[in-house]
T-cell receptor, first 113, second 111 residues
């Protein structure tokens, strides 16, 4: 596609529910990143894939957060047993391997009530 | 570790005023430096970048120069417009590490 696509754009979850957020990167982009952006803050790194390999997951805040990219293209960020502090915008970005420009999707705004 | 520090906002200016948003970084080696912009209701967009010392990135009238001696990458524009109102993020990226952002600076431009 023309850009990074994320779905859904908005998600409201009851506390304790599981959610799955999808990211479709730009075709051909090897690298894929997930970020969490709390209100009024800068994006905070969650995890990074190169193709299907998850090379860095140091930013995942707890074991309730899980990300996958099984075929090296679409990625899913899953949050189990959501808590209120998980409310944020989740951003996905993709880039070519040797190119340091990352292209961001519009994000998924998650609200846990 | 690697980090980015940028000035607190909001920055409030009248149209046609001169803009500076300060950004300093801490990193080993030679990171690439970026400014991203987030307009209301939209996603992050790359505004400009510089990949080595003394490089100047520029776009849409905005400029920033990669200063290794002061570890800075300040964003400037000579004459801001109302349409420049947005949140601006300074960021660095070193090798295959992740993109690291500052906390953002909100710019409000009034007519």
């Amino acid at each position: 596609g023309a850009g990074v696509s994320q779905s859904p754009r908005y998600k409201v979850a009851k506390r304790g529910q599981d959610v799955a957020l999808r990211c479709d990167p730009i075709s051909g982009h090897v690298s894929l990143f997930w970020y969490q952006q709390a209100l009024g803050q800068g994006p905070e790194f969650l995890t990074y894939f190169q193709n299907e390999a998850q090379l860095d997951k140091s930013g995942l805040p707890s074991d309730r957060f899980f990300a996958e990219r099984p075929e090296g293209s679409v990625s899913t960020l899953k949050i189990q047993r959501t808590q209120q502090e998980d409310s944020a915008v989740y951003l996905c970005a993709s880039s070519l391997p040797a190119n340091t420009e990352a292209f961001f999707g519009q994000g998924t705004r998650l609200t846990v009530v | 570790g690697n980090s980015v520090t940028q000035m607190e906002g909001p920055v409030t200016l009248s149209e046609e005023a001169f803009l500076t948003i300060n950004c300093t970084y801490t990193a080993t080696g030679y990171p690439s430096l970026f400014w991203y912009v987030q307009y209301p209701g939209e996603g992050l967009q790359l505004l400009l970048k510089a990949t080595k010392a003394d490089d100047k990135g520029s776009n849409k009238g905005f400029e920033a120069t990669y200063r290794k001696e002061t570890t800075s990458f300040h964003l400037e524009k000579g004459s801001v417009q109302v349409s420049d109102s947005a949140v601006y993020f300074c960021a660095l990226w070193r090798n295959t590490d992740k993109l690291i952002f500052g906390t953002g600076t909100r710019l409000q431009v009034f007519p």
